[in-house]
Nanobody, 129 residues
C-alpha cells in the first residue's frame, strides 16, 4: 500500500509563494520513477488536476496555474518527495491540495482524477488579500 502525505500548506497573502511537499511511504514506490500529480479542491467545487509529472521529468499544467506553479520530484536514498512550488498566488488558488500517484505509465501526465490510484489526505492553502 502506498501512503502519500502532503505538507507545507498554510495561509499566505496575495502575490506570495508557498511550497507543498508530498512524501511517499511505501516499499518500492519511488516517486521520480512513477507518475505523479497535484490536484486541488475548493469548497463547493470539483477536484481539479493542476500539474502532473512523469518518470522522465516531463510536466504538464492546467492553464490557470501555468507559469506560476512548478511541479518537481526528488528521490534519493534519504528522501522520496514530490513538490509543488507556487508563486504569484491569487485568492482563487485557495483550496485543499492533494498529491496523487499512479504506477500505470499509460496514465502519465493525465489531469483526470480517475487516472490516479494513490492519494494523500490533502493540505489546506488559503490566499488572502
Amino acid at each position: 500500500q502506498v501512503q502519500l502525505v502532503e505538507s507545507g500548506g498554510g495561509s499566505v497573502q496575495v502575490g506570495g509563494t508557498l511550497r507543498l511537499s508530498c512524501a511517499a511511504a511505501a516499499f518500492r514506490f519511488t516517486i521520480s520513477r512513477n507518475c505523479m500529480a497535484w490536484f486541488r479542491q475548493a469548497p463547493g467545487k470539483e477536484r481539479e488536476g493542476i500539474a502532473a509529472i512523469n518518470y522522465s521529468g516531463r510536466t504538464t499544467y492546467t492553464q490557470s496555474v501555468k507559469g506560476r506553479f512548478t511541479i518537481s520530484s526528488e528521490s534519493t536514498s534519504t528522501q522520496n518527495v514530490l513538490y509543488l512550488e507556487m508563486a504569484t498566488l491569487k485568492p482563487e488558488d485557495t483550496a485543499t491540495y492533494y498529491c496523487a500517484g499512479t504506477r500505470r505509465p499509460e496514465r502519465c501526465l493525465m489531469l483526470q482524477r480517475d487516472a490516479y490510484e494513490y492519494w494523500g489526505q490533502g493540505t489546506q492553502v488559503t490566499v488572502s488579500s
